[in-house]
């Protein structure tokens, strides 16, 4: 009863605001991310390693090239768009294999406190949550930012690595960690300077392992 249910919902919500596709906006006859000629334009990638120290990397996976239909989907968080940030997780969900979420924790990049209100929602949390309700992962919701940095995609790779420059501390109260595996989140990767120092910081609470799972990454 209860599977009919959710089925006559879910055909009621359809009708009345049909799912559209997250690039072109097109009408999709299901539930879906993008339609088939935007999916077309989705390119995978591979997995690549970011180094922290001369001694200690992490792994990076992401679900595709931040280009077309993708890098659209993420710049809409810019125009605060929530749904958009769950539909990344939503699209990593999909494409990531599930090995990678083996972790104990998975840990959210975080905004500053002013531009989380500006936009009123955090995109890596957004993330973060939908992934921890499909793989039943608790959220270490550990870091934050000491202060508001200018937008990495406005600046070079140089100015990048400095713009964030430990702008990572742990949140009051934190001074351990009882995960071993730790999973970072975020929605974008260009030159990794942003999930670097985030790996360098939590390297200081001695867990076990760290890696790392974005949406899109730069070629």
Not at 100 to 115: E, G, S
Request: glycine share 4%; proline share 4%; charged share 25%.
């Amino acid at each position: 009863m209860l599977k009919i249910a959710y089925s006559c919902f879910d055909t009621i919500l359809n009708f009345f605001a049909p799912p559209t596709c997250a690039s072109c906006s097109v009408f999709l006859s299901q539930k879906d991310i993008f339609c088939s000629n935007c999916f077309k334009k989705v390119i995978p990638i591979v997995s690549s390693s970011l180094k922290i120290t001369s001694s200690f990397e992490i792994k990076v996976y992401a679900a595709a090239q931040y280009c077309g239909p993708v890098r659209r989907l993420i710049l809409k968080k810019h125009i605060q768009s929530y749904v958009a940030s769950r539909k990344l997780g939503q699209f990593i969900f999909d494409s990531v294999e599930a090995q990678v979420f083996d972790c104990d924790a998975i840990v959210p990049i975080p905004l500053h406190w002013t531009r989380k209100a500006r936009r009123g929602f955090n995109q890596a949390q957004v993330i973060a949550q939908f992934l921890s309700k499909k793989y039943k992962k608790p959220i270490f919701d550990v870091l934050s930012r000491t202060r508001r940095t200018k937008y990495q995609a406005k600046l070079n790779k140089g100015d990048r690595r400095k713009n964030v420059s430990n702008v990572f501390s742990f949140k009051k109260g934190v001074d351990k960690c009882n995960y071993k595996r730790l999973l970072l989140v975020d929605d974008l990767m260009t030159t990794g300077a942003t999930l670097k120092e985030a790996a360098y910081a939590l390297r200081s609470l001695k867990p076990m392992a760290i890696q790392a799972v974005v949406a899109a990454r730069g070629a």
